[in-house]
């Protein structure tokens, strides 16, 4: 079976040493929309990338692809919404049920987050490694 890939098309905004800066533009579910310069809320935000890629053959300012297998894309999620969820939401429980007032509760509930996300700084690195992006021309 053929492995899915999650891709974003972008402009190569730099070369820094083995290390090719690629601008991609997000836009808001609602840009796509017909009503859009009526109400106002269309959202337009630049992200940059660093991709660990030989730069040779890359030049600022060219229209690249940002490719990631979808199963990483998948394994990013979990790690970056869904684990935090339910951590929050265990401490919720285990807190709730040992009597805590509802502000102590959610107050140690939110607080599962600060050694979380230590960790995930601790190991970026690790990560870095795991979640890499490639480049393709366009």
Known sequence: MAEHRISHDGIVDSLEGNDVVVRITSYAACSECHARGACNV???KE???RVKASHSGFRTGEKVRVVLSQSLG???LFLGYVLPFLLV???LLIT???GCSELVAGLLSLSVLVPYYILLKIFRGR???RFSFSLQKT
């Open 42 to 44: 269309t959202e337009v």
């Open 47 to 49: 992200k940059y990338l």
């Open 74 to 76: 998948f394994r990013a």
């Open 89 to 91: 939401l265990t401490a």
């Open 96 to 98: 709730t049920a040992a």
């Open 127 to 129: 990560l870095d490694r």
